[in-house]
């Protein structure tokens, strides 16, 4: 599978991926002490809408478009469509001329006080990010594959963070990568939240890897997944969050008995729904 952020900009993974992302931010600022981001895999971190890869797939209209013309969007998307808004548009008349990408939104959410360091492997894609950053002080972009940045820039000093890893999923051997990534990461920061992105296409990949985080994965570790549509092995049909500590905001308990983020994503499935078969699902793969 090639993921390349620039044509599914916007899409129903990215409203998920990026509506949790911001959910969790916004719970780590509940507390006065600085807290460090590190996105893995951050691409360019902004994307033109208009541009040639974004109109030539034009998922961004079945995904962010739509959250921004519902009559009433789940309360929890607030911090993700405030941050779309303030960041997307308007430009030459349009309301929504781009998309930001994570280090776009991790910046845009941060405080003054805290600190994000963005990698990207791709020397152009590196050099453009770095030059949107380049007047945030709080921002380090380095051109550096993101595993091992995991390495490198962990355990944070300041003892509070989270890791956002996205990769694009080209490696045949990128789940067989995650689930050492993760070992590292939990290694070097136990205490620190860890967001991995993945795809569901094939159910058989997808489920082992599931079964081994749950099998070998650490402490707190819970599976987060939305479909749009029923499988299909030959295309994309939804997506996957694992969240390692993940913040209360997204695990408390509503009235109904669903999970804060049970609930957002039973909405975005039927919201965001393009077939029979759209759902969503949590699982926790280790106590």
């Given at each position: 599978?090639?993921?390349?952020?620039?044509?599914?900009?916007g899409?129903?993974?990215?409203?998920?991926?990026?509506?949790?992302?911001?959910?969790?931010?916004?719970?780590?600022?509940?507390?006065?002490?600085?807290?460090?981001?590190?996105?893995?895999?951050?691409?360019?971190?902004?994307?033109?809408?208009?541009?040639?890869?974004?109109?030539?797939?034009?998922?961004?209209?079945?995904?962010i478009?739509?959250?921004l013309?519902?009559?009433?969007?789940?309360?929890?998307?607030?911090?993700?469509?405030?941050?779309?808004?303030?960041?997307?548009?308007p430009?030459?008349?349009?309301?929504?001329?781009?998309y930001?990408?994570?280090?776009?939104?991790?910046?845009?959410?941060?405080?003054?006080e805290?600190?994000?360091?963005?990698c990207?492997?791709?020397?152009?894609?590196?050099?453009?990010?770095?030059?949107?950053?380049?007047?945030?002080?709080?921002?380090?972009?380095h051109?550096?594959?993101g595993?091992?940045?995991?390495?490198?820039?962990?355990?944070?000093?300041?003892?509070?963070?989270?890791?956002?890893?996205?990769?694009?999923?080209?490696?045949r051997?990128?789940?067989?990568?995650?689930?050492?990534a993760l070992?590292?990461?939990?290694?070097?920061?136990?205490?620190?939240?860890?967001?991995?992105?993945?795809?569901?296409?094939?159910?058989?990949?997808?489920?082992?890897?599931?079964e081994?985080?749950a099998?070998?994965?650490?402490?707190?570790?819970?599976?987060?997944?939305?479909?749009?549509?029923?499988?299909?092995?030959?295309?994309?049909?939804?997506?996957?969050?694992?969240?390692?500590?993940?913040?209360?905001?997204?695990?408390?308990?509503?009235?109904?008995?669903?999970?804060?983020?049970?609930?957002?994503?039973?909405?975005?499935?039927?919201?965001?729904?393009?077939?029979?078969?759209?759902?969503?699902?949590?699982?926790?793969?280790?106590?």
């Amino acid at each position: 599978m090639n993921y390349r952020h620039a044509y599914h900009a916007g899409n129903f993974a990215d409203a998920m991926k990026h509506a949790l992302l911001a959910l969790a931010i916004e719970h780590m600022k509940k507390k006065d002490k600085p807290f460090f981001l590190l996105d893995t895999h951050a691409g360019t971190g902004m994307t033109d809408l208009a541009g040639e890869e974004a109109q030539k797939t034009g998922e961004y209209l079945n995904g962010i478009a739509r959250l921004l013309d519902a009559p009433e969007p789940h309360p929890l998307l607030a911090p993700y469509l405030d941050a779309v808004r303030a960041l997307g548009g308007p430009e030459n008349g349009n309301a929504l001329a781009r998309y930001p990408g994570s280090p776009a939104l991790m910046a845009h959410l941060a405080r003054a006080e805290d600190r994000l360091v963005f990698c990207e492997l791709h020397p152009a894609d590196a050099a453009t990010l770095r030059a949107h950053f380049r007047r945030d002080a709080r921002v380090k972009a380095h051109e550096m594959d993101g595993y091992t940045a995991l390495k490198a820039m962990l355990p944070p000093k300041e003892r509070r963070g989270l890791i956002l890893i996205d990769p694009p999923f080209e490696q045949r051997d990128e789940y067989a990568r995650l689930v050492a990534a993760l070992a590292e990461a939990h290694r070097r920061f136990a205490t620190g939240t860890c967001m991995i992105w993945y795809p569901l296409k094939d159910p058989a990949v997808s489920g082992e890897f599931l079964e081994r985080l749950a099998a070998d994965g650490p402490p707190k570790t819970l599976a987060l997944e939305m479909q749009v549509m029923a499988t299909d092995p030959m295309r994309m049909t939804g997506s996957g969050m694992i969240l390692v500590n993940p913040p209360f905001a997204l695990t408390e308990k509503g009235a109904d008995g669903k999970s804060a983020a049970l609930s957002l994503l039973d909405w975005l499935a039927a919201t965001l729904a393009q077939g029979p078969g759209a759902r969503a699902r949590e699982e926790w793969l280790t106590a």
